[in-house]
């Protein structure tokens, strides 16, 4: 392509080469002498340099189309103005509507129980070239294979549900070994079995100056990290006292740990639920109900896809209810916070923990908030941006088309959080907020459990109706265990982080960039967590 002026500079011609080696014209542009002027002619210039780039596209693709003979505008346009407005000739668009029309149709229709589909896309193209199938038999070809493609990656995505959900329940081999270890030091090592606190220290087990922590778990290593990040993080531990609360197989081990892993200055007694004169049967029947009763058993121990319609559930909505049957709901060591003024009845404020949490603020200033005459001080869960964690509300828990649901709770009254609670027993002990709750599990164990299927706090939402003192979200974050998105400046903001969720810090599953924040309170020096090969 050249650009050429004439000697008098009264015309300027733009020329491209031909198939024959010669140049034809495109484009010639005269100047009348009356209005020629140097502005007009850079004027000109600027508009060309700006429209050449163009005419050199449109010339070269028309050469590569076979079209070289064609020299002027009008034939450029008539060949790519359709292209270039996004327009096809007409037999392309019947082509497409035609297709779209066999697609809309195959789409209402079953895939043929007998129609042999190809394994792969290569598979698929080369049937095509051999057997000349039509639009219609490639069209249900196609759907038939994007069909089995999806039902195979919902059988994996539930597949993997049902073995995150195993994983979650099952105890590592770590912490298996850590509690046989220590058992075994209890019955050989009198330093092990030494009394906690020593008898000089038994008072102020009681002394409601002090700040009282209640711990329930059977997990040793869990326990360690609560104390230890408390401890740490207490401005003032010399005033912290730990109540720790473990079932009748692990108390041995539970002592020996914190026997030979004193805390001091602060004071931790262990005791086991069987050492409590006040937790016998009489007292607690809906727990001997839900331990022994047959069908009960069945839903949290059974198999949770056997029978289970898979095509009609979510699989967000199958990994809730794999979370509410796991065995821990039918524990009475998750049931035991019901029962604190009871347990305990020498103190007015208690603030209960969950294993699963860790302490990262010194935490004194929750005995110093007025409660205002409630009994449980707690974060509300609806106020937040995050639908798995922060945007619960009692219609996330109950089935309000059950007729005592819906008769007596409001669907939009907004939830809290159990894991990190001060309770105010004084206030509670006025309350017959115990008789509620066992009341409520007596009416959903008639139901089968189709009034709510999440373990405790569904019912402690409850019984605590009215008696719920909101405290400032920054206190208590939840869900490190849920998703591994959470923002990591507010986890490091927050007085107390709780890996609440299947993914627990102390198993393999747990999200790796949220797991230091709860090793660094492992005392990997330790003898029984070296041999015991913790988190390696």
């Given amino acids: 392509m050249q650009l050429h002026f004439s000697p008098s500079m009264r015309s300027i011609t733009i020329s491209s080469s031909n ?108 049937e095509m070239k051999n057997n000349k199938y039509n639009a219609k038999e490639f069209a249900l070809m196609l759907k038939g294979m994007m069909d089995r493609s999806e039902r195979e990656i919902r059988e994996s995505k539930f597949a993997e549900l049902m073995n995150k959900h195993f994983a979650a329940s099952a105890v590592p081999k770590g912490i298996h070994c850590l509690s046989l270890r220590l058992t075994d030091e209890y019955s050989s090592n009198a330093h092990a079995r030494r009394q906690l606190p020593s008898p000089e220290l038994l008072p102020l087990l009681s002394e409601k100056l002090l ?38 197989k692990t108390y041995a081990g539970m002592h020996s740990w914190f026997a030979l892993n004193p805390v001091s200055p602060a004071i931790v007694e262990v005791r086991g639920i069987h050492q409590f004169d006040w937790l016998t049967r009489e007292n607690i029947p809906v727990l001997e109900a ?36 796991s065995p821990k709901y039918i524990s009475l060591l998750n049931h035991i916070r019901i029962y604190l003024p009871e ?30 005459g409630k009994v449980n001080g707690a974060i509300e869960t609806c106020k937040g941006d995050d639908e798995w964690v922060m945007s619960k509300r009692f219609r996330n828990y109950f089935n309000f088309s059950h007729p005592l649901i819906a008769k007596h709770l409001n669907p939009e009254e907004c939830a809290w959080a159990y894991g990190m609670n001060v309770f105010d027993l004084h206030a509670w002990r006025k309350t017959n907020i115990r008789d509620t709750y066992h009341s409520w599990l007596k009416e959903n164990l008639k139901s089968k459990l189709t009034m709510w299927k999440l373990g405790t706090l569904p019912p402690a939402l409850i019984a605590f109706k009215g008696h719920v003192h909101p405290i400032d979200p920054s206190w208590h974050m939840l869900g490190l265990g849920y998703q591994n998105k959470s923002n990591i400046e507010n986890v490091k903001k927050a007085a107390v982080i709780h890996y609440n969720g299947q993914s627990k810090p102390w198993l393999e599953l747990g999200f790796e960039h949220l797991r230091p924040f709860w090793t660094k309170y492992v005392d990997y020096s330790n003898d029984f967590i070296k041999n015991c090969h913790i988190l390696e």
């Fill in 19 to 126: 198939s024959n080696g010669g140049f034809g014209e495109l484009m010639k542009i005269k100047v009348a002498a009356r209005h020629f002027s140097y502005r007009t002619l850079f004027h000109t210039i600027l508009i060309l340099a700006f429209l050449l780039p163009f005419v050199f596209i449109l010339t070269a693709v028309v050469t590569l189309e076979g079209v070289n003979k064609c020299s002027s505008f009008d034939c450029l346009g008539r060949r790519l103005g359709p292209k270039l407005l996004g327009r096809t000739d007409d037999s392309k668009q019947r082509l497409v509507k035609d297709f779209v029309k066999i697609l809309n149709q195959v789409n209402s229709e079953e895939v043929p129980a007998g129609l042999k589909l190809p394994e792969s896309y290569s598979q698929l193209v080369s």
């Fill in 290 to 325: 839900v331990e022994g009763h047959y069908g009960i058993r069945k839903y949290y121990h059974g198999n949770h896809v056997l029978g289970a319609n898979l095509s009609d559930t979510s699989p967000r909505s199958f990994a809730s209810k794999l979370q509410a049957r």
């Fill in 211 to 248: 700040h009282h922590f209640v711990l329930s778990t059977d997990n040793i290593l869990a326990a360690s990290v609560v104390v230890n990040s408390a401890v740490r993080s207490s401005l003032k531990p010399e005033k912290i006292v730990f109540h720790v609360i473990t079932d009748k």
């Fill in 343 to 372: 347990l305990f009845p020498n103190l007015d404020k208690v603030v209960f923990l969950d294993d699963d949490v860790v302490i990262q603020r010194d935490l004194s200033p929750l005995w110093d908030i007025d409660l205002k």
